[in-house]
């Protein structure tokens, strides 16, 4: 998995019991908090970094921020928190209450009027299905269920039973009218609309817009290891330190990174899996086929925004070498290193596009660069 780079103290801390818990205060600040004490009484006080931890979203939410006191951090840092379950509550496929539940049950007979903001979350959604050609595609619920992901009981399905579903699969089907902000279902039929792979980069989007605007300067947003964001630095330093494994040789950094005011996601088949008759099963779906992917091991995106970072690594998992590089020749803010199942000397073994370095040579000693949009 990629993770932040951090002292041990605070990366132990991380992997404690996953509720919301009282601040840590992380003891590199408190040399800062020392130093500032012999500075002149007029003098700003230093600030100091704090830590604290939330489950949403079915993984573990990490918050790293810096603030003058204890009390401010508590504060914005929860704050972050609600707005990260309030957006859970908006759009969770496991919540018959949320409002993407509520348009999967009823956009089948007629339109549906919603909010504007989960009006902008499908209008971002079935924008990453057209340009990638349906690589990403909300509608993917029922094979979640059909091959055991949706309660974790793997399973392969028959051929038939996969063909039954296709009615019920493709972005298609879903009308978007604007002038009403309204959702349809053109073919009349229930959907299942899974948000699994672009929602937790919009909520954190959402809980950093609201972090600025309380003043907040420096902090690193964690959901769960696969979507991040930094805003600012360290104080001091020149970003916030993330490091990308190569999945290929195991023990080796592919990339190290300082991140500034953008976002990082990352695919992987490393925790949600399962294994039937010696054979793995991922849960990143290619849609169109209908099965999970496979012979890709990892997609890393950087991106200004959480929401197309989350996007785009599942896209660029789902695609091949060549399809990902027709997309993404338009899109140079975009940031791709996607590594795949094949020989070493396969040149799309390893595919860096717009990537800073040379993440791709497993003999390159690779040294931090900043990233920032």
């Not at 590594?339 to 800073?356: L, T």
């Amino acid at each position: 998995m990629v993770g932040v780079v951090m002292d041990a103290l605070t990366a132990a801390r991380l992997s404690l019991a996953p509720a919301r818990r009282v601040l840590w205060l992380v003891p590199c600040a408190l040399a800062l908090a020392l130093t500032a004490l012999q500075a002149p009484v007029h003098a700003q006080p230093a600030p100091q970094r704090f830590h604290q931890s939330h489950p949403a979203m079915g993984t573990i939410w990490t918050i790293d921020l810096y603030a003058s006191d204890q009390a401010t951090a508590q504060q914005q840092m929860d704050a972050a928190f609600d707005e990260i379950d309030r957006i859970e509550d908006l759009l969770s496929n496991y919540k018959p209450s949320s409002e993407l539940s509520r348009i999967s049950r009823d956009a089948a007979n007629g339109p549906v009027v919603t909010d504007p903001e989960t009006f902008g979350f499908l209008q971002r959604s079935l924008y990453w299905s057209r340009v990638s050609g349906g690589a990403f595609d909300l509608t993917v619920g029922p094979l979640l269920r059909a091959w055991g992901f949706f309660f974790h009981q793997g399973r392969v399905p028959a051929p038939a039973e996969l063909q039954a579903l296709r009615p019920a699969i493709g972005w298609q089907h879903i009308q978007l009218d604007a002038a009403t902000r309204s959702v349809l279902f053109r073919h009349h039929r229930p959907m299942e609309l899974d948000p699994g792979s672009i929602g937790k980069g919009f909520a954190i989007d959402s809980a950093v817009a609201l972090l600025r605007s309380q003043g907040v300067t420096s902090a690193f947003l964690s959901a769960g290891g696969s979507t991040f964001y930094a805003i600012g630095t360290i104080p001091g330093q020149a970003g916030w330190p993330v490091e990308v494994p190569d999945p290929q040789h195991p023990g080796r950094v592919a990339a190290s990174l300082l991140l500034r005011d953008t976002s990082m996601s990352t695919g992987a088949c490393t925790q949600k899996f399962f294994i039937y008759q010696g054979h793995r099963y991922c849960h990143i779906f290619d849609p169109i086929a209908m099965r999970p992917v496979e012979g890709v091991l990892q997609s890393t995106v950087i991106d200004p925004s959480a929401t197309d970072s989350d996007a785009l690594s599942t896209v660029v998992f789902v695609l091949s070498a060549a399809a990902t590089r027709q997309l993404l020749h338009t899109m140079p803010a975009v940031q791709s290193l996607v590594f795949r199942q094949r020989s070493a000397d396969d040149p799309d073994a390893c595919s860096a596009i717009h990537w800073r370095g040379n993440p791709c040579d497993p003999h390159t000693l690779q040294t931090p660069g900043a990233y920032t949009p």
